[in-house]
């Protein structure tokens, strides 16, 4: 029992699951905790660079033959253009099947002031 309340995996999916419960029975509170979850957010972005970053680094380093290192980067590669293009299939579907943004009336949306917008955009100078 105590392997399993020390997983990782568990803890997190017993945080997911409090975390709907509170917010389906206390919303309130939920909205006033927000903060705190973007916060926790932003923290695993500005660490999640960094880490794959130095597992690449140090991967590499400890492997010492270069013919090996060209296999890993090209399956890399591979298996980056595979997903990528497994993702956009996925995504060119599901965007043919159930046809987001239909029925929705553009001269309906309301309108903003751009105006500031533009003229920051005028002020603008490209050196030539």
Same mark, same amino acid.
């Given at each position: 029992?105590?392997?399993?309340?020390?997983?990782?995996?568990?803890?997190?999916? =017993?945080? %997911?699951?409090?975390?709907? #419960?509170?917010?389906?029975?206390?919303? *309130?509170? #939920? /909205?006033?905790?927000?903060?705190?979850?973007?916060?926790? %957010?932003?923290?695993? /972005?500005? =660490?999640?660079?960094?880490? !794959?970053?130095?597992?690449?680094?140090?991967? %590499? +380093?400890?492997?010492? *033959?270069?013919?090996? !290192?060209?296999?890993?980067?090209?399956?890399? !590669?591979?298996?980056?253009?595979?997903?990528?293009?497994?993702?956009? %299939?996925?995504?060119?579907?599901? +965007?043919?099947?159930?046809?987001?943004?239909?029925? !929705? *009336?553009? &001269? /309906?949306?309301?309108?903003? *002031?751009? &105006?500031?917008?533009?003229?920051?955009?005028?002020?603008?100078?490209?050196? #030539?």
């Amino acid at each position: 029992m105590r392997r399993i309340l020390n997983n990782l995996t568990f803890q997190v999916v =017993v945080a %997911i699951i409090v975390a709907v #419960a509170l917010g389906v029975l206390w919303p *309130d509170g #939920a /909205k006033q905790m927000k903060p705190l979850g973007d916060m926790f %957010i932003n923290l695993v /972005k500005m =660490v999640v660079a960094p880490i !794959i970053f130095l597992t690449i680094v140090l991967g %590499i +380093a400890k492997m010492g *033959d270069m013919k090996k !290192i060209g296999r890993v980067g090209g399956k890399a !590669i591979l298996y980056f253009e595979l997903v990528t293009t497994f993702a956009l %299939i996925i995504g060119v579907l599901v +965007a043919h099947l159930l046809h987001p943004g239909a029925g !929705i *009336d553009a &001269s /309906k949306l309301d309108k903003g *002031d751009i &105006s500031q917008y533009t003229k920051s955009g005028e002020e603008m100078d490209w050196p #030539a």
